[in-house]
């Protein structure tokens, strides 16, 4: 890990221990059925890339949610740990899981056509509709 900002946590229980690098204190917010139903509302997540270590990983499980990525969490809490594109192996990492949570910023959120209408954030962010999205990170 060489690059941007270091980043540690834990799942609830304390059995799975997380380190991760993020390019910067951007929170990204998913509204995709999938991540609401999985977490009972949006997905609040840092962007991690490859940069994640976990300390006791046999304590994990995963989830395939679909072809191209899995979900993590906790074997023991049910803490969720992760959303990974398989392929990539880039990880979107709960941003409730790390220690210094006074220091992020709400950025972006995607899947915004999905969001459902009782709730509204009032900062300004990025929007994206689930094929914006699939077409951004397409891209990259």
Not at 3 to 13: D, M
Not at 50 to 72: K, L, N, P, Q, Y
Not at 91 to 117: C, H, M, R, S
């Amino acid at each position: 890990m060489e690059s941007g900002i270091k980043h540690s946590g834990s799942c609830l229980c304390g059995s799975i221990k997380i380190t991760a690098r993020t390019r910067n204190n951007s929170v990204g917010v998913c509204h995709c059925t999938m991540c609401r139903k999985w977490g009972g509302g949006p997905l609040f997540a840092a962007e991690c890339g490859s940069e994640v270590d976990f300390e006791g990983s046999e304590h994990i499980s995963t989830f395939s949610a679909s072809e191209w990525a899995e979900r993590g969490f906790c074997q023991n809490c049910g803490t969720y740990l992760f959303y990974r594109l398989k392929q990539e192996g880039h990880y979107a990492i709960p941003v409730g899981l790390f220690d210094n949570g006074d220091q992020w910023k709400l950025a972006e959120q995607i899947f915004i056509d999905q969001k459902p209408a009782f709730f509204s954030f009032a900062e300004e962010t990025r929007n994206l509709t689930g094929e914006e999205a699939f077409a951004q990170y397409s891209e990259q």
